[in-house]
């Protein structure tokens, strides 16, 4: 049975159908297990998302910032960055890695597609994507969090990683202060699981992800800079973490 969103959170938020605030939905309601066509077009567009600012949002600086985490995990090898969205990831770690990418967004990929023309791309969710091929590098930046059938596409990503391989995940959390502050003003419909560190952590340990390191990632959108840091000294306060997590065997590598 698909994992329900989480339901402790009370906060008003939009009907994901249409972006229009056809109706106001409350946490405690789970969202339908398809999400697949809330992340087209008007998502991207949309106020209560990224406002037409996806780029903005992911500037090259906080990209490369990512690529050397995913490197100190994994030097090289076949990487899935999963949620790739309009391919900004990909464009960086491709010298590095045999890189390939999935999203549930056709539109996302159109873009993706004409970025990164030579890297082979999948419409798909996580946890329906089925394929014979293991990956040394699994990365989630900013997905996992909105995903309903959330236990489903962890063991999915358990399944796609070699039995070296690491997955390299970022997702917000709301368990500190400054957490709490992101919540107060997060609008966005799909961000389902407002769940703290120590959830994440025993949410993917469960799914056969054993953590291996947490960092925090401070990231502040400033006039003309975007701020953007990760350091192990901020997991306890940041309000995202990026988890590295291994398969138990990748010590041997």
């Given at each position: 049975m698909a994992q329900e969103a989480d339901k402790r959170t009370l906060l008003p938020i939009a009907s994901v159908e249409g972006w229009g605030g056809v109706r106001a939905r409350r946490r405690e309601e789970p969202f339908p297990d398809d999400l697949r066509d809330a992340f087209e077009e008007e998502y991207f567009e949309c106020p209560l998302a990224y406002g037409g600012r996806y780029e903005s949002a992911n500037p090259h600086r906080k990209l490369t910032s990512y690529l050397r985490e995913v490197r100190e995990a994994r030097g090289g090898g076949r990487l899935l960055d999963v949620g790739c969205a309009f391919g900004r990831f990909l464009e960086v770690a491709r010298?590095?890695?045999?890189?390939?990418?999935?999203?549930?967004?056709?539109?996302?990929?159109?873009?993706?597609?004409?970025?990164?023309?030579?890297?082979?791309?999948?419409?798909?969710?996580?946890?329906?994507?089925?394929?014979?091929?293991?990956?040394?590098?699994?990365?989630?930046?900013?997905?996992?969090?909105?995903?309903?059938?959330?236990?489903?596409?962890?063991?999915?990503?358990?399944?796609?990683?070699?039995?070296?391989?690491?997955?390299?995940?970022?997702?917000?959390?709301?368990?500190?202060?400054?957490?709490?502050?992101?919540?107060?003003?997060?609008?966005?419909?799909?961000?389902?699981?407002?769940?703290?560190?120590?959830?994440?952590?025993?949410?993917?340990?469960?799914?056969?992800?054993?953590?291996?390191?947490?960092?925090?990632?401070?990231?502040?959108?400033?006039?003309?800079?975007?701020?953007?840091?990760?350091?192990?000294?901020?997991?306890s306060w940041a309000a995202v973490i990026l988890f590295t997590c291994g398969t138990g065997d990748e010590g041997r590598a």
């Open positions: 010298p590095y890695y045999a890189c390939e990418g999935l999203d549930t967004s056709a539109y996302a990929l159109e873009r993706a597609r004409k970025k990164v023309p030579d890297v082979p791309l999948y419409h798909a969710q996580i946890e329906k994507f089925v394929t014979d091929q293991r990956y040394d590098v699994v990365t989630c930046f900013d997905v996992l969090e909105h995903v309903p059938a959330i236990d489903l596409a962890l063991r999915g990503v358990r399944e796609l990683l070699a039995p070296t391989g690491v997955m390299v995940a970022a997702i917000p959390v709301y368990d500190s202060l400054m957490g709490r502050a992101v919540g107060f003003i997060d609008r966005d419909p799909t961000h389902l699981h407002r769940w703290g560190r120590r959830e994440w952590a025993q949410r993917l340990e469960a799914n056969g992800l054993r953590v291996l390191r947490m960092k925090g990632i401070v990231r502040v959108p400033l006039p003309g800079y975007f701020l953007h840091f990760t350091s192990e000294r901020a997991r």
